[in-house]
C-alpha cells in the first residue's frame, strides 16, 4: 500500500505565505514526478506546479512568481512554498506522484486526499 499525505493546508489572510507537505510512504520502489494540483468550488482540477526528480520544474502562469515548489527525495516528500496568496488560490490542493510498480513494468500516479487552502480577510 502506497499513501500520499498532504499538510500545511488552512486559512490565511490575502498577501500571506502558506508552506505545503506531501510525504509518500509505504511500498516505494521509486519515484518519478512529483506535483499538485489544486480544485476550486466548483471548478475542475487544474495543475499548479510539477517538480522531476532530477529537480526540473514546471507551473502554473497563475502562480508563477509566487510559488515554489521543491522535493525532499530522500525523504521522499514534495513541497509547495505559496507566498503572495491571492483570495483566487482558495482550493483544495492535492499532491500527486507517479511511483515505479514493478508488476506493471511503468510508472503509476497517485493522489493524496486533500488540504484545504482558504485565502481571505
Known amino acids: 500500500q502506497v499513501q500520499l499525505v498532504e499538510s500545511g493546508g488552512g486559512l490565511v489572510q490575502p498577501g500571506g505565505s502558506l508552506r505545503l507537505s506531501c510525504s509518500a510512504s509505504?511500498?516505494?520502489?521509486?519515484?518519478?514526478?512529483m506535483g499538485w494540483y489544486r480544485q476550486a468550488p466548483g471548478k475542475e482540477r487544474e495543475l499548479v506546479a510539477t517538480i522531476t526528480t532530477g529537480g526540473n520544474t514546471d507551473y502554473a502562469d497563475s502562480v508563477k512568481g509566487r510559488f515554489t515548489i521543491s522535493r525532499d527525495n530522500a525523504k521522499n516528500t514534495v513541497y509547495l512554498q505559496m507566498n503572495s496568496l491571492k483570495p483566487e488560490d482558495t482550493a483544495v490542493y492535492y499532491c500527486?506522484?507517479?511511483?515505479?510498480?514493478?508488476?506493471?513494468?511503468?510508472?503509476?500516479?497517485?493522489w493524496g486526499k486533500g488540504t484545504l487552502v482558504t485565502v481571505s480577510s
Open positions: 500527486n506522484a507517479y511511483l515505479y510498480r514493478h508488476e506493471y513494468g511503468t510508472s503509476l500516479p497517485y
Open positions: 509505504g511500498s516505494i520502489f521509486s519515484i518519478n514526478a
